[in-house]
């Protein structure tokens, strides 16, 4: 892995924390490149169980790299560009192209994932956080859509994380003006799970009680809810019912069990 993405694994949790602490983690190639190749590694997780997003330094990550500004002003980058026409012909499983993968592909792992946002979360960080199925921010968080200041809109997924979390006025409002807000006002309008003054700390916490529950049925939960906002009522019901027959008496389900009443930490084998 680059200097600018850093993964720890440690008792069935990767921590990635993104490394370019002087650009306050602004995305570049290399972490575009890493967090793209990471999430696809983490369709097939082993023993992963829950993935953290974090970023070292003063901020999360604010945005992409300005140096993206500086071609797309001198004409370098358009959508003739060779390389903007291959990435939106490298999709997703579930139609992302390489832009929108940054975000989107966290909601395409079978595992949860958790975002740790502190300082910056702008544009491209905020489409990154919004991907995660939870998300921890700092109070003070500096969080916004400032791409329509850049004549852009949320083009790394958020239009698709937005629809599952707020309403949508507070959607328009918040891409059309391109403002920016703190982790409080996130949290008001329904983007950040929860606030913390340690977000990195609570998310590694929580990140280890997911990892001791039953992984097969972590994996079911994740799948059903996200779901569960797509299809109908009697769809949603029959994915219900399929997963708890296969979770039904199966080896980790006992043991969930069997831990439990015995008083232990459970031994799950994985999925």
Not at 1 to 16: G, K, R, Y
Not at 85 to 101: F, I, T, V
Not at 194 to 218: C, F, Q, R, W
Request: hydrophobic share 40%.
């Amino acid at each position: 892995m680059s200097d600018t993405l850093h993964i720890d694994t440690d008792n069935h949790v990767a921590h990635v924390r993104l490394n370019r602490p002087d650009a306050h983690n602004a995305i570049d190639g290399s972490i575009m490149s890493g967090l793209v190749d990471f999430a696809y590694e983490m369709m097939s997780p082993g023993d992963v169980r829950v993935i953290v997003l974090s970023g070292n330094g003063g901020s999360f990550c604010a945005g992409l790299d300005i140096s993206s500004f500086a071609e797309m002003s001198s004409g370098e980058l358009s959508s003739d560009s060779e390389n903007v026409k291959h990435a939106l012909r490298d999709l997703s499983p579930a139609g992302a192209n390489r832009a929108q993968q940054i975000g989107w592909l966290w909601q395409e792992v079978p595992i949860p994932v958790i975002t740790a946002v502190h300082g910056a979360a702008l544009g491209g960080g905020l489409n990154l956080a919004l991907g995660a199925d939870v998300r921890i921010m700092h109070p003070a968080a500096k969080v916004g859509f400032v791409e329509i200041n850049w004549g852009l809109l949320p083009d790394m997924s958020a239009t698709q994380s937005l629809r599952r979390l707020v309403s949508l006025d507070r959607m328009k409002e918040m891409v059309l003006t391109g403002r920016r807000f703190t982790g409080i006002e996130a949290y008001q309008y329904g983007l950040a799970t929860e606030l913390s003054e340690t977000p990195v700390d609570d998310a590694l916490a929580m990140a280890a009680t997911i990892a001791g529950k039953n992984p097969e049925a972590v994996r079911y939960a994740k799948q059903i809810l996200n779901n569960s906002a797509l299809v109908d009522v009697a769809t949603g019901l029959r994915e219900e019912a399929s997963a708890t027959q296969h979770l039904l008496g199966s080896p980790n389900q006992v043991e969930a069990i069997t831990a439990y009443f015995e008083k232990r930490s459970p031994v799950f084998k994985q999925p």
